[in-house]
Nanobody, 124 residues
Framework: QLQASGGGLVQAGGSLRLSCAAS????????IAWFRQAPGKERQFVAG????????FYTDSVRGRFAISRDRDGNTAYLQMSSLKPEDTAVYYC???????????????????WGRGTQVTVSS
């Protein structure tokens, strides 16, 4: 139902744009978030966007470098990543909040629909 894409190998300082496309059902009334999991680490919240795109949240380490957005139909979300650092290397996942009309949460348990991840590798 969710498919993340756009990952790849990039040099430090470069940019990538991740996409998260929904199919089979509409997510327009749900918050969407991006998480990432680096090797040997727990999956962590990266960014989230409210169901109407009006509120956006970021983890401190990416604020000012990453930007989350979504299409007006609500079924595709993006994560524009700039000024990438080696520590951004991880598998990135998109997720849809389990409840409608609420703000994005920062916990994995807030989400009940997950896409397959896309690998982002930043070389130094």
């Amino acid at each position: 139902q969710l498919q993340a894409s756009g990952g790849g190998l990039v040099q430090a300082g470069g940019s990538l744009r991740l996409s998260c496309a929904a199919s089979g059902r509409s997510f327009e009334n749900y918050a969407i978030a991006w998480f990432r999991q680096a090797p040997g680490k727990e999956r962590q919240f990266v960014a989230g966007i409210a169901w109407n795109g009006g509120s956006k949240f970021y983890t401190d380490s990416v604020r000012g470098r990453f930007a989350i957005s979504r299409d007006r139909d609500g079924n595709t979300a993006y994560l524009q990543m700039s000024s990438l650092k080696p520590e951004d290397t991880a598998v990135y996942y998109c997720a849809v909040r389990s409840r409608v009309y609420v703000l994005p949460g920062r916990k994995e348990s807030d989400y009940n629909a997950w896409g397959r991840g896309t690998q982002v590798t930043v070389s130094s």
